[in-house]
């Protein structure tokens, strides 16, 4: 029903800025939560920033002041807009679409392939 393609990632220094894409199609009815995931080698895999009914946004603590999630809905992307990066936060970033519960609970339906990010000097 839906697929979701990330794009933008790639090596950057520490400090410096990146921005993500998930370009979703098919049929987005019904689905009223995207998000971020990320996950580096050995560690779990993190919720990054969602996004949901209203455009209420939240974040990880990690990224807080430093990344911005937004959507544009007449091009049916999402964007993580990344900035002061770590190298902590190198990792695979996937794109996630779904259902956020009345608790604020997320329920994920669909993900992106994920795409690789490299914050290195």
């Known amino acids: 029903q839906v697929q979701l393609v990330e794009s933008g990632g790639g090596l950057v220094q520490p400090g410096g800025s990146l921005r993500l894409s998930c370009a979703a199609s098919g049929n987005i009815f019904g689905l009223n939560a995207m998000g971020w995931y990320r996950r580096a080698p050995g560690r779990e895999r993190e919720l990054v920033a969602t996004?949901?009914?209203?455009?209420?946004?939240n974040y990880a603590d990690s990224v807080k002041g430093r990344f911005t999630i937004s959507r544009d809905n007449m091009k049916n992307t999402l964007y993580l807009q990344m900035k002061s990066l770590k190298p902590e936060d190198t990792a695979v970033y996937y794109c996630?679409?779904?259902?956020?519960?009345?608790?604020?609970?997320?329920?994920?339906?669909?993900w992106g392939q994920g795409t690789q990010v490299t914050v290195s000097s």
């Open positions: 996004i949901s009914s209203g455009t209420r946004t």
């Open positions: 996630n679409a779904g259902q956020q519960r009345y608790s604020g609970s997320f329920l994920w339906e669909y």
